[in-house]
């Protein structure tokens, strides 16, 4: 009952105060070389963040089921989106049948020697990698990146 009451005006908000992270924000000029990710959780939350797909609003998911460090922020990139082509993509290269896109933005993994103590902000990040994924059935690939400029990874590719 609350959701269905809230999305009308969680799209309302989202539009009047600020671009949705997925929808709103653009990958970039320089994309795929460099993209623009939009940061979720840092390596210090002890909680999982997760954007609300209606509003755009940055919410909290889930407490961190294991004790853990990520040694990487934790995102997505805009404008993109894991479904049939991904799915389709991840059955080719696994073999294996019944896979499904998980109907979210594709997940990245930013590496950074700098210690940034918040989410919810976007970074110019450059991709070198990524891990096919898979949860349950449904392909949850993800990008492995540096950020842009950095002064340990900069320099990765």
Known sequence: MVNKLMDPIGR?????????????????????????????????????????????????????????????????????????????FCMEKTGKKGIAGD?????????????IVHGDILVRARPIGGFRMLDGNESDDKIIAVLNNDAVYGNYK
């Open 12 to 88: 309302l908000m989202g539009l009047r105060y600020k671009s949705h992270p997925w929808h709103g924000v653009d990958i970039g000029p320089e994309a795929p070389e460099v993209i623009i990710s939009f940061i979720e959780m840092v390596s210090t939350d002890t909680v999982k963040y997760e954007v609300d797909k209606v509003s755009g609003y940055l919410r909290l998911d889930r407490p961190q089921k294991y004790s853990n460090v990520v040694p990487a922020l934790y995102g997505f990139i805009p404008q993109t989106f894991s479904g049939q082509r991904v799915a389709e």
């Open 103 to 115: 109907n979210d933005p594709i997940d990245i993994c930013i590496l950074t020697e700098k210690e």
